[in-house]
């Protein structure tokens, strides 16, 4: 399994932006889909973007299409969630997933994915 590490969670306004940030460790980051995926209180985790392992294949849940954006760096071991037009609505705590995997694939569903890191807080304040 590989090492994740997420940052970049923060506290912004509405209309705002973040960009978080995975940084992988532990195995060949080229090898692997990634995932966000994000948990607002008294909710079940969620689905938000995907990505295979080359960056050519993306995947977004529909609240989010047109306002985030999904990237990798595999030079740098790191993938991306580029986070613009908050809203209170995406106000949660954010992870990021990893399975090796062949092929461009991308994952949608948690139980797809068997490495997971710590977690970072994002709260929009409306």
């Known amino acids: 399994q590989v090492q994740l590490v997420e940052s970049g969670g923060g506290l912004v306004q509405a209309g705002g932006s973040l960009r978080l940030s995975c940084a992988a460790s532990?195995?060949?980051?080229?090898?692997?889909?990634m995932g966000w995926f994000r948990q607002a209180p008294g909710k079940d985790r969620a689905f938000v973007a995907a990505v295979s392992w080359s960056g050519s294949s993306t995947a977004y849940t529909d609240s989010v299409k047109g306002r985030f954006t999904i990237s990798r760096d595999n030079a740098k071991n790191t993938m991306y969630l580029q986070m613009n037009d908050l809203k209170s609505e995406d106000t949660a705590v954010y992870y990021c997933a990893a399975r090796r995997v062949l092929g461009r694939v991308v994952l949608t569903t948690d139980n797809e994915y068997d490495s997971w890191g710590q977690g970072t807080q994002v709260t929009v304040s409306s």
């Open positions: 532990g195995r060949p980051f080229s090898d692997y889909a």
